[in-house]
């Protein structure tokens, strides 16, 4: 999704940049929890129960929900809970840059290790050095602009006649299918327009053929 929100940015920086990615946020609210939100609950797992578990195999973000409670109970019992839910091996990623040893227990953090680990958390530093070896781009960004169009047929506003679709305009959607539906309904919508302003150009010739030959 980077690549579609920052296309030009990232074209014009020749691919080459400095990123900053909160991993902690709520799906359901669509909000990032702040350094301080972490910090506090990961120094409260130095006098948890949990507290001698290793902190590349436990933690807060990774506890799974208690089995004996439905899932409807569970989502009151950690509406008032800091949590952060990342996956597995990215946990363990995170642990490594932020200079975690691999066999260190919640007990054993010192709060400067909890702080770096909050940080790490909520303002990871990635280094973007170019494009994917690949090439998976499936979609242009630029093109025609979309104020320049009429939205009911895709024609010009600057040029009778001329009607646009698909790649020509300045769309470049997120992944799952939007491209798709764009191009589809743009030279839907221009062709129709397109086809009933020939119709209508050969019939208006029409008649006025007709009436010179009368």
């Known amino acids: 999704r980077l690549s579609a929100f920052a296309a030009r940015e990232l074209a014009q920086r020749d691919y080459r940049a400095i990123i900053s990615v909160n991993w902690c946020g709520d799906d359901a609210t669509q909000t990032t929890l702040t350094t301080a939100d972490v910090l506090q609950a990961l120094v409260a797992m130095k006098t ?24 409807e109970e569970w989502d009151d019992v950690a509406a008032g809970e800091t949590t952060v839910r990342v996956p597995k091996r990215l946990w363990v990623g995170i642990l490594g840059a932020a200079g975690v040893r691999e066999k260190a227990r919640w007990a054993d953090m010192s709060n400067a290790q909890l702080e770096t ?4 958390l909520t303002d990871c530093r990635l280094t973007v050095t170019g494009k994917g070896t690949f090439k998976e781009e499936f979609v242009t960004a630029g093109g025609v602009a979309l104020g320049e169009c009429n939205f009911k047929t895709m024609e010009s506003k600057r040029v009778p006649g001329l009607f646009f679709a698909g790649e ?3 769309i ?24 009933e302003r020939e ?10 053929a007709e009436s010179i030959a009368r």
């Not at 680990?117 to 790490?120: D, E």
């Not at 119709?199 to 006025?208: H, T």
Request: glycine residues 14%.
């Open 48 to 71: 948890s129960a949990d507290a001698k578990k290793d902190v590349a195999t436990f933690c807060p973000e990774l506890a799974p929900p208690k089995a004996d409670l439905f899932v």
């Open 117 to 120: 680990l909050a940080r790490t």
């Open 168 to 170: 020509v305009l300045d």
């Open 172 to 195: 470049d959607g997120v992944t799952g299918g939007y491209n798709f539906l764009s191009c589809w309904t743009t030279g839907f919508l221009s062709g129709s327009a397109a086809g």
């Open 199 to 208: 119709a209508l150009c050969v019939g208006g010739v029409g008649e006025q």
